[in-house]
């Protein structure tokens, strides 16, 4: 049998998974990492824990999977993205990694908009201006961690670091490359030229390939480490949403759809389509001469867990689906899911909210308000996506908030689009199992198998064009 390793690097934990060329999990096994909190603004990670959970992971993944360590041939990862850890020539960690969830570089941002210009950095990199990208926060270091940046040999994002871990290789992708601020989206290549305005180094930087390249064979001490062969192949991965993306078979017809904590929605075009209003951001994606067109709800499934915990009067959840499928028609309520800033494609400034109440509003109004909130903005994205792609025949569905089978046709619904929830919410696992298996030669499925669909009720799709309408006036 040939079997490849495939590893999910995420925020809060990773996970190990065994898989077979017909993309079956054979294995799993995962473990946590905290997030270290230096301040409102300063969050930190722990790379060498990261290492540690990943080997902790793969060997548990091997131990329980029905084949030998000689069947596993290579290894790849989905990988969270724009985090970064300075390395110097031995590979000793310098600093902690900055996450992406920090936001130091709020002084540096000004810099940038006021040499820049907000619409120029979109149109260089394909990004609007956050504290969230790599760029202001590396500027930060360069400036405040001086003898530090000068003696790193190599500033490393996730992917990079544990494939640097496993084969003694810098080389990251260029979905990773593409989240940083520091890519430019239309050339496909690190941004020299603001770079060096910056006075930041490429060549601290690491090497850009394709995903789904070798980036080399496995270290000897690593692979006697985790007890696997000395010619497993390290092939290069990509970040974690583009994964996600490919094992759902997102596709220039088909997006693919992430209703987890957050909810990201991803159409493939075959050019960098760039919105004037700077309403989508860009990447690239996974394949060669691909573009990721990508919309972003920070708060979807984390939205209804704070309601279910704080609003729900200790109902679980499903008991508040019944009461919301309860509701005929839209809610007299709506939702703005703004509980941890603007999403994609409004980017309102305004808390999050429930609007419409009245003393005839229950429980199950709320719950079906926030699956309807959410349902509008992936309408919403999927509006500006179709001005440069068309419009998108299927919505492919997975993650936590999928399990809801009214959700699931809400979005159906109100997005008037045929949604296929897919079998397993682990495409990211499977899309980085897809990647280690193309140097292989091996043949693989699209995606994941679906196991529902949802097709629009014409009906209420009706009833909700009407509902649309007044949610964005009063946006």
Known sequence: MTAVISIDLG????????????LKSLSSAAAG??????????????????????KKTIRQALASAPV???????????????????????GNVLHPVISWMDSRGEAELGKLRERYGEEMLYRRTGKRLSPAYTLSKLMWFQEHQKELYERAWRILFPLDFIQYCLSGECVCDHTIAG????????????????????????????????????V?????????????????????????????????????SAAAVSLGTGCCISRIADRPIQDPSMRIPIFPYVYENTWDLEGVIQTAGSAYAWFQREL?????????????????????????????????????????????????????????????????????NLEVM?????????????GGGSKSALWCQVIADITNTRVVRLASSDTALAGAAKLAFLPLGCDTPKS??????FLPDAAMTEEYEKAYEIYKKLQ
Request: aromatic share 8%.
């Open 11 to 22: 925020t809060s934990g990773c996970r190990s998974a065994v898989y077979d060329s017909s």
């Open 33 to 54: 990492y905290p997030l270290l909190v230096r301040s409102e603004t300063q969050i930190e990670q722990d790379a060498e824990v990261w290492w540690e959970c990943v």
């Open 68 to 90: 030998s360590a000689s069947d596993i041939k290579a290894i790849s990862i989905s990988a969270q993205g724009i985090a970064f850890v300075p390395i110097d020539r031995e």
């Open 179 to 214: 989240g940083t601020m520091l890519y430019h989206v239309e050339r496909q290549c690190w941004d020299r030229k603001l770079l060096g305005e910056n006075h930041l180094s490429e060549e601290k930087l690491p090497k850009i390939a394709g995903a789904g390249t070798v």
């Open 216 to 252: 080399g064979k496995i270290r000897p001490g690593a692979a006697d480490e985790l007890g696997l062969t000395h010619e497993v192949l390290i092939v290069n991965g990509a970040q974690d949403q583009k994964c996600a993306a490919l094992g759902a078979g997102a596709e220039k």
């Open 312 to 380: 729900g009067g200790g109902l679980s959840f499903d008991m508040l689906n019944q009461k919301a499928a309860e509701v005929e028609g839209p809610s007299s309520v709506r939702f703005y899911p703004y509980l941890s800033g603007g999403a994609s494609p409004w980017w309102s400034e305004n808390p999050g909210s429930f609007t419409g109440l009245s003393l005839m509003s229950g429980i199950g109004h709320l719950t079906k308000a926030i699956f309807e909130g959410i349902a509008y903005h992936i309408r919403a």
């Open 386 to 398: 179709a001005e440069a792609c068309g419009y998108a025949e299927e919505l492919r569905l997975f």
């Open 448 to 453: 994941l198998p679906a196991a529902d669909v």
